[in-house]
């Protein structure tokens, strides 16, 4: 056993490095251990750690022998989560039992730490004590967010080590599959979770409350700011749209505004009847039950379907186009200009029910001050997901007005439906787009009228470098119940959360790696090194200078809950904590977001394609027959030009967005596929490419080709990695590669291949393109004569890449057999 070898876990880890990335020497094992290597064999090494168990005090007593700076169970767990990041950055990042003890070891240091804030939190005697037990509590807040959301990424990696184990796929596994290995960290986290919604919904507000105002009763989210009543204090007038019985949801937004607000707020409310006349009961409420909250507040009332400038300017939209209330809102929002009173020279639009403003609103109101004359309207990039947000806009009405934005708008519309004609047309977010991020390409000589805002005016929480992000499905049900951003620090502070090097580590893991001189664990590591120590992410060089990216741990002062991200219940929680007290609250005030996208889990679990269908797609498979089987097809493609790249396309039946393409070829090296309008516009996937030295995912728009034109006109990247699917097949065998692509209906696109996944957001275009029309499937190659089998699953589906039976995979190898090397 190791511990016979050496005395301690320390020196295990010092004489057991992975030679590729540094010596036993230069890592500090002492000369006398050199020589017994021996003791690092993998088994020995799972043994010792596996002693450890769940790090209780009698097991560390137990297997770190005391070497006299261990002086007590937190230094323990300090030497042990130390080592254990060593041991995973320099001898082996696919350690199980590592993981499990850094993890471990991580969250049982955060939770004793908030132990002694609540202790202190009790015993506080004195109000002027809250400001330094406010900045502990904050830091601990931090901390426990991070630990927790590395019992997380353990909950991944398990899933990637036992579906490595398996040689399966990790989309093919069920959480329950993991839960039992997965349990002993399950209860640390629940036990860490009950304790960060302590610090995060009640100990931290109400040390704020008592910082801002010692002689205050403590915190409550009816209290709200303190209001400027000075003669020269600015008015900030807001712009929010109300259809149906959205306003007691959508009012969350408004109600996080005025927790923070030093001003008085002009609303001006976008709405149908129904939409108008819910808004004005929901204030009137909230004024009988909580005056303080509105006071100074102002409600204008605007129904845009009866506005006579907004009726013109829809008559002048493309014919054809189909609208139903929310397209006209969101549409008459981004025209605010034609519908607002004459008065209004500026106003800040936000969207309800997705957002929560957690500074002065007037901080943000100050913008339009640096906007350049140029500027009608400022917005954030969404880097996450590609593309500019209109969930925040600063609308310069004034100017929009001089300018004359509405043509500018509707000349937008007509140059995009002609280019590719959509039935519902634009909206205020892909207008915005058009006219900021594709002005060059159509011909637009002024300067963009589009300021993009400082990162910290719409904050998304993603963290989507960690595979299965935003499926709640591939996680444990108690997980799923309590899982949120690790930047959420409390109920007022969110900041942007920055992956460092174990992240990194623990989430590529399992991603394959070209065979290269340097081994998976030295090249992992230099990258995890490199981008873990980042202090900036989502950069964008449309924002000024000085303010290009998020700085890591900066303060949000919006957060975007976008989409289906709302599906997590603690995200849910969070929106809930800011809902305003009324009477009666509307039932599942979620789920009928404006915004929201459910991917369809119980879509997953459909069979597509019956028995019979299976044979006779591994059977045309075999041969190289060129069919179609529904949603499935065999196809044959012969090898482009060197400068060319020359498709095969296949309708499949009824293949549309969110879908998942599940691909097998004989191409090993420079695999196109392209899903999308015919075989010149989509989303273009390059798997093992020899310019790209890797994966690439990149979105195309293009005319068909002609003679005398060239068809790709734009080629956008999205994303690309340094590596393609590991193909293994036995002498004299066939070898086939295995990948997939999903679509989701957010614009989230995710390629997997055997050994992990990767992927990232559509920008605005091309989503709503393919959104709106039946996709074609095509693919090609530079590598020679090859065989493909596709088949198209509703989004999620959970069939492996060919969607074999093993009666099918039979038949299969009867028809190689006979068909032996001929030629169909």
């Given at each position: 056993m190791a511990v016979q070898c050496f005395p301690s876990l320390a020196l295990l880890v010092a004489c057991c490095p992975d030679t590729s990335v540094v010596s036993p020497e230069v890592h500090g094992c002492p000369e006398e251990f050199l020589a017994m290597r021996g003791c690092c064999q993998p088994e020995i090494t799972s043994t010792v750690l596996k002693a450890l168990g769940t790090l209780a005090p009698e097991e560390m007593a137990y297997a770190l022998p005391s070497e006299g700076n261990l002086g007590g169970y937190r230094d323990g767990l300090l030497a042990i989560h130390s080592l254990m990041r060593t041991f995973l950055l320099d001898s082996d990042l696919l350690k199980l039992e590592a993981w499990r003890l850094y993890s471990l070891a991580y969250a049982r240091l955060a939770i004793m730490s908030v132990d002694s804030i609540k202790d202190r939190y009790v015993d506080m005697q004195k109000v002027q004590d809250s400001q330094l037990l406010l900045r502990e509590a904050t830091a601990c807040s931090r901390a426990l967010g991070k630990a927790l959301f590395r019992l997380e990424n353990f909950h991944v990696f398990l899933l990637g080590h036992t579906a490595a184990a398996r040689r399966t796929r990790m989309q093919d596994l069920h959480s329950s599959e993991i839960a039992e290995a997965f349990q002993p960290a399950l209860e640390l986290y629940e036990l860490g979770m009950n304790s960060f919604d302590l610090l995060a919904y009640s100990i931290i507000p109400n040390l704020e409350a008592m910082s801002r105002d010692p002689t205050g009763a403590g915190f409550s989210l009816r209290e709200g700011a303190k209001l400027n009543r000075s003669a020269g204090s600015q008015e900030v007038q807001l712009l929010v749209v109300s259809l149906g019985a959205w306003a007691k949801t959508g009012f969350l937004t408004i109600w996080s505004v005025l927790q923070h607000r030093s001003t008085p707020l002009r609303i001006f409310v976008l709405g149908d009847e129904d939409g108008l006349g819910h808004w004005r009961a929901a204030a009137e409420e909230l004024q009988a039950q909580e005056r303080r909250m509105l006071d100074s507040v102002s409600f204008v009332y605007i129904d845009f379907e009866n506005h006579p400038a907004f009726r013109e300017y829809l008559a002048q939209y493309p014919k054809g186009c189909s609208f139903g209330a929310a397209g006209k809102a969101i549409l008459a929002r981004v025209v605010c200009h034609l519908v607002l009173p004459e008065e209004v020279a500026q106003v800040i639009s936000l969207d309800l029910g997705d957002l929560l403003v957690l500074e002065d609103i007037s901080n943000l109101w100050q913008l339009f001050q640096t906007m350049e004359e140029h500027h009608l309207l400022a917005a954030p990039h969404a880097v996450a997901l590609s593309h500019v947000n209109a969930g925040v806009v600063l609308y310069h009405v004034a100017r929009m007005r001089r300018h004359g934005f509405a043509q500018e708008t509707l000349r937008a519309v007509a140059d995009m439906q002609r280019k590719n004609h959509d039935a519902s047309c634009l909206r205020d977010q892909s207008i915005i787009n058009i006219l900021h991020s594709f002005r060059e390409e159509f011909g637009y000589p002024e300067p963009s009228p589009v300021m993009i805002l400082p990162c910290r005016w719409s904050v998304f929480p993603t963290t989507e470098w960690l595979s299965y992000w935003n499926s709640p499905e591939m996680w444990l049900p108690q997980l799923r119940e309590k899982r949120r951003y690790p930047g959420i620090v409390s109920v007022n502070r969110v900041e942007v959360f920055c992956p460092d090097e174990m992240d990194l580590l623990s989430s590529w893991a399992f991603l394959p790696l070209s065979a290269v001189e340097e081994t998976k664990q030295a090249r992992l590591r230099v990258y995890a090194l490199y981008e873990g120590h980042k202090t900036e992410r989502y950069c964008s060089p449309e924002r000024r200078a000085g303010e290009r990216c998020c700085?890591?741990?900066?303060?949000?002062?919006?957060?975007?809950?976008?989409?289906?991200?709302?599906?997590?219940?603690?995200?849910?929680?969070?929106?809930?904590?800011?809902?305003?007290?009324?009477?009666?609250?509307?039932?599942?005030?979620?789920?009928?977001?404006?915004?929201?996208?459910?991917?369809?889990?119980?879509?997953?679990?459909?069979?597509?394609?019956?028995?019979?269908?299976?044979?006779?797609?591994?059977?045309?498979?075999?041969?190289?027959?060129?069919?179609?089987?529904?949603?499935?097809?065999?196809?044959?493609?012969?090898?482009?030009?060197?400068?060319?790249?020359?498709?095969?396309?296949?309708?499949?039946?009824?293949?549309?967005?969110?879908?998942?393409?599940?691909?097998?070829?004989?191409?090993?090296?420079?695999?196109?596929?392209?899903?999308?309008?015919?075989?010149?516009?989509?989303?273009?996937?390059?798997?093992?490419?020899?310019?790209?030295?890797?994966?690439?995912?990149?979105?195309?728009?293009?005319?068909?080709?002609?003679?005398?034109?060239?068809?790709?006109?734009?080629?956008?990247?999205?994303?690309?990695?340094?590596?393609?699917?590991?193909?293994?097949?036995?002498?004299?065998?066939?070898?086939?590669?295995?990948f997939s692509l999903k679509i989701g209906a957010d614009g989230l696109v995710v390629v997997s291949f055997p050994e992990g996944e990767w992927g990232n957001f559509l920008p605005e275009e091309p989503l709503a393109i393919m959104l709106q029309n039946e996709l074609t499937v095509s693919v090609g190659t530079f590598y020679g004569d090859t065989k493909w089998a596709v088949c198209m699953r509703p989004h999620g589906d959970a069939k492996e890449a060919a969607g074999l039976t093993q009666e099918a995979q039979a038949t299969a190898d009867f028809v190689k057999t006979a068909a032996g090397n001929r030629q169909v």
């Open positions: 700085r890591c741990g900066e303060k949000a002062a919006v957060l975007h809950v976008a989409g289906d991200m709302k599906n997590w219940p603690s995200m849910q929680a969070l929106l809930r904590a800011y809902m305003p007290p009324f009477k009666e609250l509307p039932p599942n005030h979620f789920a009928d977001a404006l915004s929201k996208v459910w991917t369809g889990g119980d879509q997953r679990l459909q069979e597509i394609l019956s028995q019979t269908n299976d044979e006779a797609l591994v059977a045309a498979k075999a041969l190289g027959i060129q069919a179609v089987f529904g949603s499935c097809a065999t196809l044959r493609c012969k090898a482009s030009p060197p400068e060319q790249l020359n498709y095969v396309s296949v309708q499949l039946r009824k293949v549309f967005v969110p879908c998942l393409l599940e691909v097998e070829t004989t191409a090993l090296r420079d695999t196109h596929l392209l899903l999308g309008i015919g075989a010149h516009s989509g989303v273009e996937l390059v798997v093992n490419g020899r310019a790209e030295k890797g994966s690439c995912l990149r979105w195309v728009r293009s005319s068909p080709a002609t003679s005398d034109s060239t068809a790709w006109t734009l080629r956008r990247e999205i994303m690309c990695v340094p590596f393609g699917p590991k193909v293994e097949a036995a002498e004299g065998v066939e070898a086939w590669m295995r």
